[in-house]
């Protein structure tokens, strides 16, 4: 109940910061901030959470930056791309992954350089 708990809420923490950046600086570019900068994220925690508990891990983890970033809306924006124009559709899905993949690349080398041993 605990592990289901801490997904719960940290869930509700990251999906109001999502809306928040939604609101403050728009949806379409929002996406692209809360994905990449969520990305990063993951990539610190992944390094940085290893000896903490199940709780605190899926609490950061799935919770908080899960549903601070949006895989969902990503996908609705590729397929209302590709009706324009397929290779705009393209572009906006390679780009989107490459740099959220770069970011939790740069996250993890980040997390582990200012890891304490």
Known sequence: MKKILAVGFGGMAGSLLRAAVFQFV??????WLVNIVGSFFIGI????LVK??????????????????SFSAFSADWFRLLDSS????????????????AAAAFGLLAGRKGAVE
């Open 52 to 69: 903490c508990s199940a709780e605190t891990r899926l609490f950061v983890s799935t919770g908080l930056i899960g549903s601070f970033t």
């Open 86 to 101: 397929l290779l705009a559709g393209l572009i906006y899905a390679c780009g989107m992954t490459a740099a959220s993949i």
């Open 26 to 31: 728009g949806a379409g570019m929002g996406l």
């Open 45 to 48: 925690a992944a390094a940085r």
